[in-house]
């Protein structure tokens, strides 16, 4: 069989094992693309159909939420945990509550964490969870309560050795809290069975900016090795959350100018630039008053644009921080258009496959997000580790964990990805994270 039956063979397969989980279907064919002659070279991942076991999370839990709203009515959401596989350390990965949650995302974010969490090179398995519960409009009562049912049911397939879920879309410190308060009452136990809690009870210093730090971080590592530099350069980023907001931080702090954050009701586009002083306003803004960023430009001399995203925008850089498929076939054709050298994924797959080949063929840097976004679960491992010490490190000491470890998922993105004078960094990180799991599920036979 050669390999462009071995990919049609499996995709159909995936397909028929999973029908209508297209954000799944997606995530593994873009790993698949480059894994399968990988494969094909190293026929011992083959015989052991490693892949397809890859692809077929270890067990899908879903159940039942009932919670009480301010008014007294009974209501009733669904949750789930994917745990995808735990090869090389217990499951990990966030919790996300938004009304889209499917089980078809949080299997491809499942899948795709566990090659994440593997290029880190810290002891984590890959896992996702989440509700279509949506927290906004809510109030802090009725997230409580949601949270304390939520725990109660989850508790029974987590802990500190089995699986460490974290916070993601639409589960911040608020809703981390709440969480971890009812699995203590629960449990009587104060352990490490979730992070991006508090400095109060157990959190880790730069937890919240990781994600963001660590994509600029990733940034200025592939530029310089291609003999560039940030300084002076323009950015786009997309979202205007935790990563949006410290990937826009850390850019300034590095010499660039952002141009644009977004929400779900459109950007904001500031030709001066978005300084310090403007994203303090903007996390006040997003972070504290949960307000819409056109409120921006009542205050600061900026547009505002409707129903958009902001790709058309001309700019060197661009970062996307908001959410899956954010950045289509027309987008990545106008960012090419427009000069963009880099593109540096701060969410979870933003970018369609089919826009992701318009990069390549046009040689723009690529980061995707299995390597790009990284940071904030390589600082949740921190936070484990320090958890199980009882200690807690200087900011100082994590910025440097951080870096290195953002340099390390680099440089093995070069290792496996270097083309003549082009660095496929998708075709890296997918391989060196392959490697390390695959190895480990090897030596553990059939299993």
């Given at each position: 069989?050669?390999?462009?039956?071995?990919?049609?063979?499996?995709?159909?397969?995936?397909?028929?094992?999973?029908?209508?989980?297209?954000?799944?279907?997606?995530?593994?064919?873009?790993?698949?693309?480059?894994?399968?002659?990988?494969?094909?070279?190293?026929?011992?991942?083959?015989?052991?159909?490693?892949?397809?076991?890859?692809?077929?999370?270890?067990?899908?839990?879903?159940?039942?939420?009932?919670?009480?709203?301010?008014?007294?009515?009974?209501?009733?959401?669904?949750?789930?945990?994917?745990?995808?596989?735990?090869?090389?350390?217990?499951?990990?990965?966030?919790?996300?509550?938004?009304?889209?949650?499917?089980?078809?995302?949080?299997?491809?974010?499942?899948?795709?964490?566990?090659?994440?969490?593997?290029?880190?090179?810290?002891?984590?398995?890959?896992?996702?969870?989440?509700?279509?519960?949506?927290?906004?409009?809510?109030?802090?009562?009725?997230?409580?309560?949601?949270?304390?049912?939520?725990?109660?049911?989850?508790?029974?397939?987590?802990?500190?050795?089995?699986?460490?879920?974290?916070?993601?879309?639409?589960?911040?410190?608020?809703?981390?809290?709440?969480?971890?308060?009812?699995?203590?009452?629960?449990?009587?136990?104060?352990?490490?069975?979730?992070?991006?809690?508090?400095?109060?009870?157990?959190?880790?210093?730069?937890?919240?900016?990781?994600?963001?730090?660590?994509?600029?971080?990733?940034?200025?590592?592939?530029?310089?090795?291609?003999?560039?530099?940030?300084?002076?350069?323009?950015?786009?980023?997309?979202?205007?959350?935790?990563?949006?907001?410290?990937?826009?931080?850390?850019?300034?702090?590095?010499?660039?100018?952002?141009?644009?954050?977004?929400?779900?009701?459109?950007?904001?586009?500031?030709?001066?630039?978005?300084?310090?002083?403007?994203?303090?306003?903007?996390?006040?803004?997003?972070?504290?008053?949960?307000?819409?960023?056109?409120?921006?430009?009542?205050?600061?001399?900026?547009?505002?644009?409707?129903?958009?995203?902001?790709?058309?925008?001309?700019?060197?850089?661009?970062?996307?921080?908001?959410?899956?498929?954010?950045?289509?076939?027309?987008?990545?054709?106008?960012?090419?258009?427009?000069?963009?050298?880099?593109?540096?994924?701060?969410?979870?797959?933003?970018?369609?496959?089919?826009?992701?080949?318009?990069?390549?063929?046009?040689?723009?840097?690529?980061?995707?997000?299995?390597?790009?976004?990284?940071?904030?679960?390589?600082?949740?491992?921190?936070?484990m580790s320090q958890n199980s010490a009882r200690l807690s490190w200087s900011e100082p000491e994590l910025q440097q964990h951080l870096k290195a470890i953002m340099r390390n998922i680099h440089d093995k993105c070069v290792a496996h990805g270097t083309e003549k004078d082009y660095v496929n960094y998708s075709r890296g990180a997918n391989i060196a994270g392959?490697?390390?799991?695959?190895?480990?599920?090897?030596?553990?036979?059939?299993?």
């Amino acid at each position: 069989m050669d390999t462009s039956d071995y990919m049609s063979d499996f995709l159909s397969g995936l397909q028929r094992r999973n029908p209508g989980e297209t954000e799944f279907h997606q995530a593994v064919e873009e790993v698949a693309t480059d894994i399968i002659p990988f494969i094909e070279s190293n026929p011992k991942y083959k015989d052991a159909l490693i892949l397809e076991r890859l692809a077929e999370p270890d067990r899908v839990i879903s159940f039942r939420v009932c919670w009480v709203d301010d008014e007294g009515n009974i209501r009733a959401n669904r949750g789930h945990r994917v745990q995808n596989n735990n090869a090389i350390g217990p499951y990990k990965g966030g919790i996300r509550f938004h009304s889209n949650v499917t089980v078809s995302i949080l299997k491809f974010l499942a899948f795709e964490q566990t090659f994440k969490n593997s290029l880190t090179g810290l002891p984590m398995g890959g896992a996702k969870g989440g509700s279509d519960f949506n927290p906004k409009g809510k109030s802090d009562a009725e997230v409580m309560r949601f949270c304390q049912s939520f725990a109660t049911e989850l508790q029974r397939y987590i802990g500190p050795d089995t699986d460490i879920p974290a916070g993601d879309i639409g589960v911040g410190a608020r809703e981390i809290g709440y969480m971890f308060g009812q699995l203590k009452r629960l449990t009587g136990k104060f352990t490490g069975t979730l992070t991006g809690k508090a400095i109060e009870y157990g959190g880790s210093l730069i937890r919240n900016e990781a994600t963001g730090y660590g994509a600029v971080y990733m940034l200025d590592n592939m530029l310089k090795h291609h003999k560039q530099d940030i300084e002076g350069r323009s950015v786009l980023i997309s979202g205007s959350g935790n990563v949006a907001i410290f990937a826009a931080e850390k850019a300034n702090q590095l010499g660039a100018k952002v141009l644009t954050l977004s929400d779900s009701s459109g950007y904001i586009y500031d030709k001066d630039g978005i300084n310090a002083e403007k994203l303090a306003y903007i996390k006040d803004l997003k972070i504290k008053r949960r307000a819409r960023i056109s409120e921006y430009t009542k205050t600061f001399d900026a547009e505002f644009h409707p129903d958009s995203t902001p790709w058309h925008v001309k700019a060197d850089i661009a970062i996307p921080c908001a959410t899956q498929n954010e950045i289509s076939v027309d987008d990545a054709k106008a960012l090419v258009k427009n000069g963009c050298i880099a593109v540096v994924e701060g969410a979870n797959m933003p970018t369609y496959k089919d826009a992701i080949d318009i990069f390549k063929d046009n040689n723009i840097l690529f980061a995707p997000s299995k390597a790009a976004n990284a940071g904030g679960v390589a600082v949740s491992g921190l936070e484990m580790s320090q958890n199980s010490a009882r200690l807690s490190w200087s900011e100082p000491e994590l910025q440097q964990h951080l870096k290195a470890i953002m340099r390390n998922i680099h440089d093995k993105c070069v290792a496996h990805g270097t083309e003549k004078d082009y660095v496929n960094y998708s075709r890296g990180a997918n391989i060196a994270g392959f490697i390390k799991v695959a190895d480990a599920m090897l030596a553990y036979g059939v299993i």
